[in-house]
């Protein structure tokens, strides 16, 4: 007998047919005498017409009331869970982040999780009830309702196996695992056995869309097991380790990331003195936008060019902040930008014990005549900055290149 949790995510509790075979599947555990909390996520789509609901409204919705707002959409999901169950014959309560006191703090829109008070779900759990909780929410000091931020219900669920101790966390979701990389980029990408939290960690900050980035923060923080399954398919899923195997044959690469979400902004002709970089990166971070790659250019005659990325979104708001307020200051010669970038990272804690994989990533791509813009390594990744119109054929060549199809 074991404990979990599992998070079931929009997709698969899309419709009323869907809600009934999670309530099977939850079932099947159940009868084998498994303990368990389900989180859900709202039914697909429903966060996304909430919200344009509110931009029907208001400009900019109020952050506190787009909170309550949509955070219905959860609270609709873990009802119809809990019908669904005991139609099954299942013991089964359902309570929202607030009920269950999910306490986070007052960012609205992004708030993050500061404890849980597992009492109730214990109690409930050692009557024999399947607890049914709503992800993505929680709720503040105030007993304002919060939201975790898009995606929030995968940290819902992690954070409520850190917090209760479980054995696994399960992510139910509409793919069978971790891929090496998008499937629908590259029709060859295989699903992994495992990966390991670090890579998975990279993966998730530089565009996987699987796992919400902060539910795997979450996980390496609290050490939950973590696994990801398909909701629609039987399959072991992949598992997310915190141990490299020394037995297991580790592949050099074990995945490829990419995502269009960045901008590039470059200030032309700017002094190269000390102080510069943060002249012109003060400003930006003090406006609460992160910056993600920079480069700063060997300087010729006393000026240099300085180059960085922003989140797509940040982008206008970015440049007009570095013509208004930099630009004059320090007498650079012009703020240019672009939007249709991507960034595409190779990933693998392999990279530790094998030299050659940056330049073998920079061969691969001159080889199709792609131009590399920007680059960033750390230990156990490497991002290109390329041109978006070339992204997708990047990643499918560096998949070749690697042996990413073939199973070790
Ligand atoms: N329903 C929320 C969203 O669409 C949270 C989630 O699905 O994880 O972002
Ligand atoms: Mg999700």
């Given at each position: 007998m074991?404990?979990?949790?599992?998070?079931?995510?929009?997709?698969?509790?899309?419709?009323?047919?869907?809600?009934?075979?999670v309530?099977?599947k939850?079932?099947k555990?159940?009868a084998q005498?498994h303990?368990?909390?389900?989180?859900v996520?709202a039914?697909?789509?429903?966060?996304n017409?909430?919200?344009?609901?509110?931009?029907?409204?208001?400009e900019?919705?109020?952050a506190?009331?787009?909170?309550?707002m949509?955070?219905?959409g959860e609270?609709?999901?873990i009802?119809?869970?809990?019908?669904a169950?005991?139609t099954l014959?299942?013991?089964?309560?359902?309570?929202t982040?607030s009920q269950?006191?999910?306490?986070t703090?007052s960012?609205?829109?992004?708030?993050?999780?500061?404890?849980?008070?597992?009492?109730?779900?214990?109690?409930d759990l050692?009557?024999g009830?399947v607890v049914?909780?709503?992800g993505f929410?929680?709720?503040?000091?105030k007993?304002?309702?919060t939201?975790?931020?898009r995606?929030?219900?995968d940290t819902?669920?992690?954070?409520?196996?850190?917090?209760?101790k479980?054995?696994?966390?399960?992510?139910y979701?509409d793919?069978?695992?971790?891929y090496?990389?998008?499937?629908?980029v590259?029709?060859?990408a295989?699903r992994?056995n495992?990966?390991t939290?670090?890579?998975?960690?990279?993966m998730?900050s530089?565009?996987?869309?699987?796992?919400?980035?902060?539910s795997v923060?979450?996980?390496?923080k609290?050490?939950v097991?973590?696994?990801?399954?398909?909701?629609?398919?039987?399959?072991?899923?992949t598992?997310?380790?915190?141990?490299e195997?020394?037995?297991m044959e580790?592949?050099?690469?074990?995945?490829?990331?990419f995502n269009?979400?960045?901008?590039?902004?470059?200030v032309?002709?700017?002094?190269?003195?000390?102080?510069i970089?943060?002249?012109i990166?003060?400003?930006?971070a003090d406006?609460?936008i992160?910056?993600d790659?920079?480069?700063?250019?060997v300087?010729?005659?006393?000026l240099?060019?300085?180059?960085?990325?922003?989140?797509?979104?940040?982008?206008?708001n970015t440049i007009n902040?570095l013509?208004e307020?930099?630009q004059?200051?320090?007498?650079?010669?012009?703020?240019?930008?672009?939007?249709?970038?991507?960034?595409?990272?190779?990933?693998g804690v392999?990279?530790?014990s094998?030299?050659?994989?940056?330049s073998?990533?920079?061969r691969?791509?001159?080889?199709?005549g792609i131009n590399?813009q920007?680059?960033?390594?750390s230990?156990i990744k490497?991002?290109?900055?390329?041109d978006?119109?070339?992204?997708?054929?990047?990643v499918r060549?560096l998949h070749?290149?690697f042996?990413?199809?073939q199973?070790?």
């Amino acid at each position: 007998m074991a404990f979990y949790v599992q998070k079931y995510g929009g997709t698969s509790v899309g419709s009323t047919e869907r809600i009934k075979n999670v309530a099977k599947k939850v079932a099947k555990f159940y009868a084998q005498g498994h303990q368990l909390v389900v989180v859900v996520s709202a039914m697909s789509g429903e966060t996304n017409r909430l919200i344009a609901l509110a931009h029907d409204i208001q400009e900019n919705p109020d952050a506190r009331e787009l909170d309550v707002m949509v955070s219905t959409g959860e609270q609709v999901s873990i009802a119809l869970l809990a019908m669904a169950l005991m139609t099954l014959n299942v013991k089964a309560k359902s309570y929202t982040g607030s009920q269950v006191r999910i306490l986070t703090d007052s960012t609205h829109t992004k708030a993050r999780i500061l404890s849980i008070d597992e009492a109730r779900i214990r109690a409930d759990l050692d009557a024999g009830f399947v607890v049914v909780v709503a992800g993505f929410q929680g709720v503040d000091e105030k007993g304002s309702i919060t939201t975790l931020g898009r995606g929030g219900s995968d940290t819902t669920g992690v954070a409520l196996a850190a917090a209760l101790k479980a054995d696994e966390c399960q992510i139910y979701t509409d793919v069978d695992g971790i891929y090496t990389t998008d499937p629908r980029v590259v029709a060859e990408a295989r699903r992994l056995n495992t990966i390991t939290f670090e890579e998975m960690l990279e993966m998730a900050s530089l565009g996987s869309k699987v796992l919400q980035l902060r539910s795997v923060e979450f996980a390496g923080k609290y050490k939950v097991k973590l696994r990801v399954l398909s909701s629609f398919e039987e399959g072991q899923g992949t598992l997310i380790t915190f141990e490299e195997d020394e037995n297991m044959e580790q592949a050099v690469i074990s995945g490829i990331a990419f995502n269009r979400d960045e901008a590039k902004i470059t200030v032309l002709g700017v002094p190269d003195h000390p102080g510069i970089a943060y002249q012109i990166l003060g400003p930006v971070a003090d406006a609460n936008i992160d910056v993600d790659m920079i480069i700063q250019n060997v300087g010729h005659d006393g000026l240099t060019d300085f180059s960085f990325t922003v989140h797509r979104n940040e982008f206008k708001n970015t440049i007009n902040i570095l013509k208004e307020k930099i630009q004059p200051h320090i007498g650079a010669r012009d703020v240019l930008g672009g939007d249709r970038i991507a960034k595409v990272s190779v990933v693998g804690v392999g990279m530790r014990s094998h030299a050659g994989i940056a330049s073998k990533m920079f061969r691969v791509l001159a080889e199709e005549g792609i131009n590399i813009q920007m680059i960033a390594t750390s230990e156990i990744k490497i991002s290109v900055v390329v041109d978006e119109k070339y992204m997708e054929l990047a990643v499918r060549v560096l998949h070749k290149a690697f042996d990413l199809e073939q199973a070790l």
